[in-house]
Protein backbone atom coordinates (compact mmCIF):
# COMPACT_ATOMS: atom_id res chain seq x y z
CA UNK A 1 0.00 0.00 0.00
CA UNK A 2 1.30 3.34 -1.04
CA UNK A 3 0.11 7.03 0.27
CA UNK A 4 -1.08 8.16 3.52
CA UNK A 5 -1.88 5.26 5.64
CA UNK A 6 -4.31 5.50 9.19
CA UNK A 7 -2.87 2.95 11.68
CA UNK A 8 -4.10 2.20 15.09
CA UNK A 9 -1.48 0.49 17.40
CA UNK A 10 -2.55 -0.80 20.17
CA UNK A 11 -0.30 -1.13 23.22
CA UNK A 12 -1.08 -3.59 25.81
CA UNK A 13 -0.04 -3.77 29.57
CA UNK A 14 2.09 -5.82 29.01
CA UNK A 15 4.41 -4.08 26.52
CA UNK A 16 4.01 -0.57 28.49
CA UNK A 17 5.20 -2.40 31.75
CA UNK A 18 7.41 -5.01 30.03
CA UNK A 19 6.33 -7.67 32.27
CA UNK A 20 7.16 -5.87 35.54
CA UNK A 21 5.23 -3.56 38.07
CA UNK A 22 6.27 -0.45 36.45
CA UNK A 23 5.81 1.44 33.50
CA UNK A 24 8.53 0.97 31.26
CA UNK A 25 9.45 4.55 30.04
CA UNK A 26 12.76 3.75 28.23
CA UNK A 27 10.72 1.23 25.42
CA UNK A 28 7.85 3.78 26.04
CA UNK A 29 10.40 6.45 24.09
CA UNK A 30 11.16 3.77 21.83
CA UNK A 31 7.73 3.27 20.47
CA UNK A 32 6.93 7.24 20.57
CA UNK A 33 10.00 7.84 18.22
CA UNK A 34 8.57 4.93 15.85
CA UNK A 35 5.05 6.44 15.63
CA UNK A 36 6.95 10.27 15.49
CA UNK A 37 9.22 8.95 12.19
CA UNK A 38 5.87 7.67 10.35
CA UNK A 39 4.13 10.95 11.56
CA UNK A 40 6.64 12.97 9.81
CA UNK A 41 6.18 10.86 7.00
CA UNK A 42 2.50 11.95 6.52
CA UNK A 43 1.07 8.74 7.97
CA UNK A 44 -2.29 9.04 10.36
CA UNK A 45 -1.30 7.50 13.97
CA UNK A 46 -3.55 6.42 16.75
CA UNK A 47 -2.64 4.96 19.88
CA UNK A 48 -4.74 3.20 22.48
CA UNK A 49 -3.05 2.15 25.72
CA UNK A 50 -3.89 0.27 28.68
CA UNK A 51 -1.51 0.69 31.44
CA UNK A 52 -3.83 3.43 33.73
CA UNK A 53 -3.87 0.75 36.44
CA UNK A 54 -0.83 -0.41 36.63
CA UNK A 55 0.69 3.48 36.38
CA UNK A 56 -1.89 4.17 39.13
CA UNK A 57 -0.59 1.19 41.45
CA UNK A 58 2.99 1.98 40.72
CA UNK A 59 2.27 5.78 41.29
CA UNK A 60 0.74 5.16 44.69
CA UNK A 61 3.33 2.65 45.89
CA UNK A 62 1.34 -0.77 45.47
CA UNK A 63 -0.85 -0.18 47.67
CA UNK A 64 -2.77 -3.05 49.56
CA UNK A 65 -6.88 -2.73 48.14
CA UNK A 66 -9.49 -4.86 48.22
CA UNK A 67 -10.45 -6.58 45.18
CA UNK A 68 -12.90 -4.60 44.19
CA UNK A 69 -14.00 -2.37 40.78
CA UNK A 70 -13.37 0.43 43.26
CA UNK A 71 -10.15 -0.27 43.89
CA UNK A 72 -9.32 -0.84 40.15
CA UNK A 73 -11.20 2.63 39.30
CA UNK A 74 -9.38 4.21 41.71
CA UNK A 75 -6.08 3.26 40.72
CA UNK A 76 -7.63 4.13 37.17
CA UNK A 77 -8.21 7.37 37.74
CA UNK A 78 -5.11 8.19 39.08
CA UNK A 79 -2.81 6.64 37.10
CA UNK A 80 -4.68 7.53 33.43
CA UNK A 81 -3.52 11.06 34.84
CA UNK A 82 -0.18 10.09 35.09
CA UNK A 83 -0.21 8.04 31.99
CA UNK A 84 -1.65 10.84 29.42
CA UNK A 85 1.20 13.19 31.16
CA UNK A 86 3.31 11.00 29.89
CA UNK A 87 2.31 10.38 26.15
CA UNK A 88 2.23 14.07 25.83
CA UNK A 89 5.77 14.46 27.58
CA UNK A 90 7.11 11.55 25.21
CA UNK A 91 5.02 13.08 22.07
CA UNK A 92 6.30 16.76 22.62
CA UNK A 93 10.18 15.66 21.97
CA UNK A 94 9.04 15.29 18.51
CA UNK A 95 6.75 18.49 18.71
CA UNK A 96 3.76 16.33 18.19
CA UNK A 97 0.14 17.27 19.91
CA UNK A 98 -1.62 14.77 21.25
CA UNK A 99 -5.53 14.55 22.25
CA UNK A 100 -6.91 12.17 24.86
CA UNK A 101 -9.97 10.13 24.15
CA UNK A 102 -11.84 8.50 27.19
CA UNK A 103 -14.59 6.26 25.83
CA UNK A 104 -16.82 3.73 27.09
CA UNK A 105 -19.64 1.45 25.37
CA UNK A 106 -21.82 4.27 26.08
CA UNK A 107 -20.08 6.52 23.32
CA UNK A 108 -20.70 3.63 20.68
CA UNK A 109 -23.72 1.41 20.94
CA UNK A 110 -25.94 4.15 20.12
CA UNK A 111 -25.57 5.13 16.35
CA UNK A 112 -25.61 9.18 16.66
CA UNK A 113 -22.77 9.21 19.38
CA UNK A 114 -20.93 6.67 17.58
CA UNK A 115 -21.31 9.42 14.82
CA UNK A 116 -20.12 12.21 17.15
CA UNK A 117 -17.16 10.17 18.56
CA UNK A 118 -16.03 9.36 14.98
CA UNK A 119 -15.96 12.90 13.84
CA UNK A 120 -13.97 13.66 16.67
CA UNK A 121 -11.48 11.52 15.95
CA UNK A 122 -11.03 12.32 12.36
CA UNK A 123 -10.88 15.87 13.07
CA UNK A 124 -7.69 15.09 15.41
CA UNK A 125 -6.20 13.29 12.56
CA UNK A 126 -7.18 16.00 10.30
CA UNK A 127 -5.36 18.02 12.52
CA UNK A 128 -1.50 16.05 12.95
CA UNK A 129 -2.94 15.50 16.27
CA UNK A 130 -2.32 11.83 17.86
CA UNK A 131 -5.54 10.58 19.52
CA UNK A 132 -4.40 8.64 22.67
CA UNK A 133 -7.52 6.71 24.01
CA UNK A 134 -8.15 4.24 27.13
CA UNK A 135 -11.65 3.31 28.48
CA UNK A 136 -13.15 5.65 30.74
CA UNK A 137 -12.16 3.22 33.71
CA UNK A 138 -12.80 5.53 36.19
CA UNK A 139 -16.07 5.81 35.53
CA UNK A 140 -16.89 3.08 33.39
CA UNK A 141 -19.36 0.51 35.72
CA UNK A 142 -19.83 -3.15 34.01
CA UNK A 143 -22.60 -2.16 32.27
CA UNK A 144 -21.28 0.44 30.23
CA UNK A 145 -17.69 -0.87 29.90
CA UNK A 146 -16.08 -2.34 26.47
CA UNK A 147 -14.07 -4.30 29.06
CA UNK A 148 -10.81 -4.64 27.35
CA UNK A 149 -8.17 -2.62 25.40
CA UNK A 150 -7.97 -5.31 22.16
CA UNK A 151 -12.04 -4.37 21.94
CA UNK A 152 -11.60 -1.12 22.49
CA UNK A 153 -8.74 -0.80 19.46
CA UNK A 154 -10.81 -2.62 17.08
CA UNK A 155 -13.55 0.13 17.98
CA UNK A 156 -11.22 2.93 17.25
CA UNK A 157 -10.38 1.41 14.17
CA UNK A 158 -13.37 1.41 12.96
CA UNK A 159 -14.13 4.85 14.38
CA UNK A 160 -10.79 6.25 12.63
CA UNK A 161 -11.35 4.76 9.32
CA UNK A 162 -8.08 2.98 9.77
CA UNK A 163 -6.02 1.05 6.78
CA UNK A 164 -4.39 -1.33 9.51
CA UNK A 165 -4.80 -2.20 13.54
CA UNK A 166 -1.41 -3.39 15.25
CA UNK A 167 -2.10 -5.30 18.48
CA UNK A 168 0.97 -4.67 20.27
CA UNK A 169 1.83 -7.57 23.12
CA UNK A 170 4.04 -9.82 24.68
CA UNK A 171 4.31 -12.70 22.05
CA UNK A 172 5.50 -12.59 19.25
CA UNK A 173 2.00 -12.63 17.76
CA UNK A 174 -0.80 -15.92 17.88
CA UNK A 175 0.58 -19.07 18.76
CA UNK A 176 -0.93 -22.79 18.17
CA UNK A 177 -1.12 -22.97 22.34
CA UNK A 178 -0.25 -20.29 25.18
CA UNK A 179 3.59 -20.01 24.58
CA UNK A 180 3.59 -19.47 28.49
CA UNK A 181 2.17 -23.24 29.23
CA UNK A 182 3.15 -24.58 26.27
CA UNK A 183 6.87 -24.79 24.70
CA UNK A 184 5.86 -26.85 21.51
CA UNK A 185 3.73 -23.71 20.85
CA UNK A 186 3.71 -22.17 16.81
CA UNK A 187 3.69 -19.38 15.39
CA UNK A 188 0.78 -18.65 13.03
CA UNK A 189 1.77 -15.87 10.47
CA UNK A 190 -1.62 -15.68 8.45
CA UNK A 191 -5.19 -16.21 9.46
CA UNK A 192 -7.81 -15.74 6.73
CA UNK A 193 -11.14 -17.10 8.64
CA UNK A 194 -11.40 -16.90 12.30
CA UNK A 195 -13.22 -20.03 13.15
CA UNK A 196 -14.27 -21.67 16.25
CA UNK A 197 -11.08 -23.50 15.75
CA UNK A 198 -8.57 -21.42 15.77
CA UNK A 199 -10.87 -19.36 18.78
CA UNK A 200 -9.99 -22.80 21.04
CA UNK A 201 -6.36 -21.97 20.28
CA UNK A 202 -6.67 -18.77 22.11
CA UNK A 203 -6.05 -18.52 25.87
CA UNK A 204 -6.79 -15.53 28.08
CA UNK A 205 -3.91 -13.41 30.33
CA UNK A 206 -1.47 -15.78 32.40
CA UNK A 207 0.62 -12.79 33.22
CA UNK A 208 -2.05 -11.20 35.61
CA UNK A 209 -1.08 -7.63 33.93
CA UNK A 210 -3.30 -7.60 30.57
CA UNK A 211 -6.98 -8.49 30.35
CA UNK A 212 -8.52 -10.75 28.25
CA UNK A 213 -5.13 -12.30 26.65
CA UNK A 214 -5.37 -13.80 23.17
CA UNK A 215 -9.28 -14.70 23.02
CA UNK A 216 -9.90 -10.54 23.09
CA UNK A 217 -7.39 -10.08 20.58
CA UNK A 218 -9.05 -12.35 18.44
CA UNK A 219 -12.80 -10.89 18.97
CA UNK A 220 -11.01 -7.45 17.95
CA UNK A 221 -9.61 -8.67 14.92
CA UNK A 222 -12.94 -10.30 14.34
CA UNK A 223 -14.75 -6.91 14.60
CA UNK A 224 -11.87 -4.81 12.39
CA UNK A 225 -11.76 -7.76 9.75
CA UNK A 226 -15.09 -7.59 8.74
CA UNK A 227 -15.09 -3.67 8.50
CA UNK A 228 -12.09 -4.48 6.21
CA UNK A 229 -9.38 -3.53 7.97
CA UNK A 230 -6.05 -5.33 8.14
CA UNK A 231 -5.05 -6.33 12.01
CA UNK A 232 -1.72 -7.47 13.11
CA UNK A 233 -0.64 -9.04 16.59
CA UNK A 234 2.69 -8.59 17.08
CA UNK A 235 5.53 -8.37 19.91
CA UNK A 236 6.31 -4.57 21.03
CA UNK A 237 9.77 -5.37 21.77
CA UNK A 238 10.41 -6.10 17.99
CA UNK A 239 12.88 -3.63 16.53
CA UNK A 240 10.94 -0.82 14.43
CA UNK A 241 7.59 -3.11 14.32
CA UNK A 242 5.10 -0.21 13.77
CA UNK A 243 6.99 0.92 11.18
CA UNK A 244 7.85 -2.50 9.51
CA UNK A 245 3.98 -3.13 9.93
CA UNK A 246 3.25 -0.01 8.15
CA UNK A 247 5.32 -1.16 5.08
CA UNK A 248 3.79 -4.45 4.78
CA UNK A 249 6.53 -6.43 6.09
CA UNK A 250 5.44 -9.76 7.42
CA UNK A 251 5.41 -9.54 11.06
CA UNK A 252 3.42 -11.58 13.54
CA UNK A 253 0.28 -12.84 12.75
CA UNK A 254 -1.58 -11.16 10.03
CA UNK A 255 -5.31 -11.36 10.14
CA UNK A 256 -6.38 -10.64 6.05
CA UNK A 257 -9.22 -7.93 6.01
CA UNK A 258 -12.67 -9.03 4.29
CA UNK A 259 -12.05 -8.19 0.55
CA UNK A 260 -16.21 -7.21 0.25
CA UNK A 261 -16.23 -5.50 4.04
CA UNK A 262 -19.66 -4.85 5.73
CA UNK A 263 -20.97 -1.48 4.72
CA UNK A 264 -21.14 0.97 7.08
CA UNK A 265 -24.22 0.81 9.02
CA UNK A 266 -23.28 -3.06 9.24
CA UNK A 267 -19.64 -2.35 10.75
CA UNK A 268 -21.72 -0.35 13.54
CA UNK A 269 -24.03 -2.88 14.19
CA UNK A 270 -20.92 -5.59 14.56
CA UNK A 271 -18.92 -3.26 16.24
CA UNK A 272 -20.71 -2.10 18.74
CA UNK A 273 -20.36 -4.02 22.16
CA UNK A 274 -23.85 -5.63 22.83
CA UNK A 275 -26.06 -3.99 25.13
CA UNK A 276 -27.72 -7.40 25.88
CA UNK A 277 -28.76 -10.44 24.50
CA UNK A 278 -31.77 -13.05 23.77
CA UNK A 279 -31.69 -16.21 23.23
CA UNK A 280 -33.83 -17.81 20.50
CA UNK A 281 -35.38 -21.34 19.59
CA UNK A 282 -34.48 -23.60 16.70
CA UNK A 283 -37.23 -22.45 14.65
CA UNK A 284 -36.32 -19.22 14.87
CA UNK A 285 -32.51 -20.09 14.12
CA UNK A 286 -33.81 -21.82 10.52
CA UNK A 287 -35.58 -18.78 9.90
CA UNK A 288 -32.27 -16.44 10.62
CA UNK A 289 -29.76 -18.60 8.94
CA UNK A 290 -31.37 -19.88 6.32
CA UNK A 291 -34.09 -18.24 5.08
CA UNK A 292 -32.51 -14.78 5.46
CA UNK A 293 -35.66 -13.82 7.40
CA UNK A 294 -36.35 -11.44 10.52
CA UNK A 295 -36.59 -12.50 13.80
CA UNK A 296 -40.16 -12.10 15.07
CA UNK A 297 -41.02 -12.35 19.07
CA UNK A 298 -42.54 -15.67 18.92
CA UNK A 299 -38.95 -17.60 18.25
CA UNK A 300 -37.44 -15.26 21.73
CA UNK A 301 -37.54 -17.82 24.32
CA UNK A 302 -34.59 -15.96 26.74
CA UNK A 303 -33.61 -12.09 27.45
CA UNK A 304 -31.00 -11.05 29.04
CA UNK A 305 -29.73 -7.95 30.07
CA UNK A 306 -31.32 -4.38 30.04
CA UNK A 307 -31.16 -2.87 27.03
CA UNK A 308 -33.26 -0.06 24.85
CA UNK A 309 -34.76 0.58 21.79
CA UNK A 310 -32.47 0.79 18.91
CA UNK A 311 -29.79 -0.69 21.13
CA UNK A 312 -27.16 -3.63 19.33
CA UNK A 313 -28.02 -7.10 21.25
CA UNK A 314 -26.48 -10.71 20.59
CA UNK A 315 -28.66 -12.87 19.52
CA UNK A 316 -28.17 -16.83 20.50
CA UNK A 317 -28.81 -19.97 19.91
CA UNK A 318 -30.14 -22.39 22.63
CA UNK A 319 -26.42 -24.27 23.12
CA UNK A 320 -25.05 -20.40 23.70
CA UNK A 321 -23.60 -19.90 20.41
CA UNK A 322 -23.43 -16.02 19.47
CA UNK A 323 -25.55 -16.16 15.84
CA UNK A 324 -25.75 -12.82 15.05
CA UNK A 325 -25.90 -9.52 16.33
CA UNK A 326 -29.00 -7.05 15.42
CA UNK A 327 -30.75 -3.79 16.22
CA UNK A 328 -33.57 -4.21 18.62
CA UNK A 329 -37.04 -3.00 18.23
CA UNK A 330 -38.19 -3.51 21.54
CA UNK A 331 -36.26 -2.91 24.75
CA UNK A 332 -35.68 -5.30 27.09
CA UNK A 333 -39.06 -5.12 29.58
CA UNK A 334 -41.15 -5.24 26.42
CA UNK A 335 -39.06 -7.90 24.60
CA UNK A 336 -39.21 -10.55 28.00
CA UNK A 337 -43.09 -9.80 27.69
CA UNK A 338 -43.80 -10.23 23.88
CA UNK A 339 -41.07 -13.33 23.41
CA UNK A 340 -43.13 -16.55 22.93
CA UNK A 341 -46.08 -14.70 21.45
CA UNK A 342 -47.19 -14.47 17.75
CA UNK A 343 -46.70 -11.12 16.29
CA UNK A 344 -50.75 -9.87 16.06
CA UNK A 345 -50.49 -10.13 20.12
CA UNK A 346 -48.29 -7.18 20.48
CA UNK A 347 -50.29 -4.51 20.48
CA UNK A 348 -52.34 -6.22 23.57
CA UNK A 349 -49.82 -7.09 25.74
CA UNK A 350 -48.06 -4.15 25.29
CA UNK A 351 -50.87 -1.59 25.05
CA UNK A 352 -48.20 -0.17 21.35
CA UNK A 353 -46.95 -1.85 18.87
CA UNK A 354 -43.68 -1.02 16.76
CA UNK A 355 -44.11 -3.60 14.43
CA UNK A 356 -44.43 -7.23 14.32
CA UNK A 357 -40.36 -8.23 14.44
CA UNK A 358 -38.35 -7.92 17.57
CA UNK A 359 -35.16 -7.48 14.92
CA UNK A 360 -35.56 -6.88 11.99
CA UNK A 361 -33.29 -8.36 8.84
CA UNK A 362 -31.92 -5.42 7.49
CA UNK A 363 -30.67 -4.63 11.22
CA UNK A 364 -28.83 -8.10 11.97
CA UNK A 365 -25.27 -9.25 10.79
CA UNK A 366 -25.24 -13.06 11.35
CA UNK A 367 -21.62 -13.70 13.12
N1 LIG B 1 -2.49 -19.03 21.54
C1 LIG B 1 -1.81 -18.05 22.18
N2 LIG B 1 -0.79 -17.42 21.53
C2 LIG B 1 -0.09 -16.41 22.14
N3 LIG B 1 -0.37 -15.97 23.39
C3 LIG B 1 -1.36 -16.55 24.10
C4 LIG B 1 -2.15 -17.61 23.51
N4 LIG B 1 -3.08 -17.99 24.41
C5 LIG B 1 -2.92 -17.20 25.49
N5 LIG B 1 -1.87 -16.34 25.33
C6 LIG B 1 -1.44 -15.37 26.36
O1 LIG B 1 -1.88 -14.06 26.02
C7 LIG B 1 -0.96 -13.15 26.65
C8 LIG B 1 -1.10 -11.75 26.03
O2 LIG B 1 -2.31 -11.17 26.43
P1 LIG B 1 -2.40 -10.11 27.66
O3 LIG B 1 -1.69 -10.66 28.86
O4 LIG B 1 -3.84 -9.73 27.80
O5 LIG B 1 -1.49 -8.94 27.10
P2 LIG B 1 -1.73 -7.43 26.69
O6 LIG B 1 -1.47 -6.66 27.94
O7 LIG B 1 -0.70 -7.20 25.65
O8 LIG B 1 -3.14 -7.29 26.17
C9 LIG B 1 0.38 -13.80 26.41
O9 LIG B 1 1.33 -13.39 27.35
C10 LIG B 1 0.08 -15.29 26.49
O10 LIG B 1 0.42 -15.84 27.75
N1 LIG C 1 -7.95 0.21 30.56
C1 LIG C 1 -7.05 -0.63 31.35
C2 LIG C 1 -6.44 -1.75 30.53
C3 LIG C 1 -7.40 -2.81 30.08
C4 LIG C 1 -6.76 -3.85 29.14
O1 LIG C 1 -7.41 -4.39 28.24
O2 LIG C 1 -5.44 -4.15 29.37
P1 LIG C 1 -4.49 -4.95 28.34
O3 LIG C 1 -5.00 -6.37 28.16
O4 LIG C 1 -3.16 -4.91 28.98
O5 LIG C 1 -4.51 -4.22 27.04
C5 LIG C 1 -5.89 0.23 31.89
O6 LIG C 1 -5.58 1.28 31.33
O7 LIG C 1 -5.26 -0.18 32.88
Not at 333 to 344: E, K, L, V
Request: charged share 20%; net charge negative.
Amino acid sequence: MSGSQTLVVKLGTSVLTGGSRRLNRAHMVELVRQCAQLHAAGHRIVIVTSGAIAAGREHLGYPELPPTIASKQLLAAVGQSRLIQLWEQLFSIYGIHIGQMLLTRADMEDRERFLYARDMLRALLDNHIVPVINENDAVATAEIKVGDNDNLSALAAMLGGADKLLLLTDQQGLFTADPRTNPEAELISDVHQIDDALRTLAGGSVSGLGTGGMATKLQAADVACRAGIEVIIAAGSRPDVIGDVLNGKPVGTRFHAQQSPLENRKRWIFGAPPAGEITIDDGALAAVLERGSSLLPKGVREVQGNFSRGEVIRIRNLQGRDIAHGVTRYNSDAMRMIAGHHSQEIGDILGYEYGPVAVHRDDMIVS
